[in-house]
């Protein structure tokens, strides 16, 4: 806690809570309540959107419309956190993670009742698609920005935790949902899930902060300037004639009637200081709207010179087409299980569980992997791609169920993959620019990952088999590879990102970690 001197009497001491911010963080402590609740908000936001192909069946047979406008629901909350990523951290740096939390918590769980009582597929794409995609972004960047303020040293193990809380919540609430509407319904399964996403306003109770978020700063400086004004502030006239009329005046009165008339001076001083003040205050106002548009063009120029290196075009264009690609079976695996024959309803242990669990996996083996110096960390994630692709390719020709529970552990592995980005994204734009340019690269991901289900829907729609979809997805994933594996070669790339590439420090600037853990 800070004591800094009063704007009103210097002589005296204002006593604000502001947390200094110190080199030293916590690393442990209450530091591991943070982790157990942000491991928790992240299984209960994520738990049902990550397991979504257990409701996808479901949706079709209610609503009885086409695959291709159905797969928007799944499509849109996976991508639309991702897209708007930089809104959500915007939030958390304002207002801090403990009450985006809790607001989080009031959009998960208000789309997800909403979702109950949905008339239709667009009602749907409302509530179950936006409105919960929004408020899993924002726990999402709530959690990691308040871990990574709580860790210096142990950071990567408390942000590895946290983010084990999405694959742990996908494998379970894929049996509990399957459960659910065995016992209660569609309807009744979207309520009970989305009552228990209620408990996120708990996880968020754990949340205290290290700093002040801006917009407190913002109206404690207010708040201070308003005080200021008061003492300046003219009295009423009724209150200077009721003391002026006074025949027996006390000497409280006498007093009373000294600072009134010092108060009232003062007023007509300000006033007449009023017009020279207005011309500063245009000056500083000119000023400030320089300042910010230099600072746009700063960043617009950032962007175009990001968007200039060749290795990092390249794995914009390789994400975007895994994404696009590699995020449908994860919707409609389920679908395709029932819709070729091999089981009649979604089984106890689903195939998205088996993925999800196969996904966790994949994070921390491929995690490991790429901390071995000799191992190429753009390479490690094109042979992920390929391996993806071949499995996308292998499905339309599997024809049993033990078949698709393979390929779906071998699919949610490679999917694991994602834990690689923000090493490349080091190792290719440097440390200074890993938090603009990982927004940039998980602005092609969102898209991906939104455009990826409805397409797959509509070749179902049209040809009414899977087969032609997941040919097209796993071509899309196989002609990513390629691009990233040629645009990065040495002989094709001036720049070797792995060439005396610098180690990931981890700082203390917590935003550039919480953007890309």
């Not at 004004?229 to 209150?239: G, R």
């Not at 990952?449 to 409805?454: K, Q, V």
Request: some cysteine; overall charge neutral; charged content about 10%.
């Amino acid at each position: 806690m800070l004591r800094i001197p009063c704007s009103v009497h210097p002589s005296h001491s204002c006593n604000l809570h502001i947390m200094a911010p110190s080199t030293k963080v916590v690393d442990g402590g209450w530091g591991w309540a943070i982790v157990m609740a942000s491991f928790m908000a992240q299984l209960l936001a994520y738990g049902s959107p990550q397991s979504v192909g257990v409701l996808y069946p479901e949706w079709l047979h209610a609503f009885q419309e086409g695959k291709g406008m159905t797969a928007w629901v799944g499509s849109l909350v996976a991508g639309v956190g991702l897209i708007a990523s930089p809104i959500c951290s915007a939030c958390v740096d304002n207002f801090g993670a403990r009450p985006v939390t809790i607001f989080s918590g009031v959009m998960v769980a208000g789309g997800l009742m909403l979702s109950a009582f949905a008339p239709n597929v667009q009602f749907l794409i409302f509530s179950y698609g936006i409105v919960v995609g929004l408020g899993c972004g924002l726990v999402y960047a709530a959690t990691l920005t308040i871990t990574c303020q709580y860790f210096d040293k142990r950071r990567g193990l408390a942000l590895g935790i946290v983010t084990t809380g999405t694959s742990i919540g996908a494998f379970l609430y894929a049996t509990v949902q399957n459960e659910l509407i065995v016992l209660y319904g569609l309807d009744g399964c979207l309520l009970i899930i989305g009552a228990i996403a209620l408990n996120l306003m708990a996880c968020g109770g754990f949340m205290r902060p290290l700093y002040m978020p801006r917009y407190y700063l913002k109206q404690k400086a207010a708040l201070e300037r308003n005080t200021e004004e008061q003492l300046f502030e003219k009295p009423p006239a009724s209150d200077l004639n009721a003391t002026a009329g006074s025949t027996a005046a006390s000497p409280e009165t006498t007093v009373a009637v000294k600072e009134l008339l010092i108060t009232v001076d003062a007023k007509d001083l300000s006033s007449q200081t009023e017009k020279k003040g207005s011309f500063l205050t245009r000056l500083a106002i000119m000023k400030v709207i320089k300042k910010k548009q230099q600072a746009y063009s700063r960043y617009m120029q950032s962007t175009s010179e990001i968007l200039q290196d060749q290795a990092m075009v390249a794995y914009c264009f390789a994400v975007f087409l895994f994404s696009l690609g590699a995020f449908p079976p994860v919707l409609f695996i389920e679908d395709v299980a029932q819709s070729e024959g091999l089981i009649e309803e979604v089984s106890i242990f689903p195939l998205v569980s088996i993925g999800a669990i196969a996904t966790g996996v994949g994070k921390l083996v491929l995690g490991i992997l790429v901390d071995i110096r000799w191992i190429n960390s753009i390479y490690l994630y094109t042979f992920t791609m390929f391996g993806g692709g071949v499995v996308l390719l292998l499905l339309p020709v599997t024809k049993t169920y033990f078949g698709l529970q393979i390929l779906s552990a071998l699919h949610g592995f490679f999917s694991g993959n994602w834990s690689l980005t923000s090493y490349i994204t080091t190792n290719i734009v440097g440390l200074d620019r890993l938090t603009q340019a990982h927004g940039i690269l998980m602005f092609f991901g969102g898209l991906g990952i939104m455009l990826g289900p409805p397409v797959v829907g509509w070749f179902f729609d049209w040809m009414q088999s899977y087969d032609l979809a997941f040919y097209f997805s796993g071509s899309c994933v196989l002609l990513g590879a390629v691009v990233l594996l040629l645009l990065t070669l040495p002989c094709c790339n001036r720049k070797n990102s792995d060439n005396d590439r610098p180690d990931v420090l981890y700082t203390s600037n917590c935003d550039k970690v919480a953007s890309v853990a």
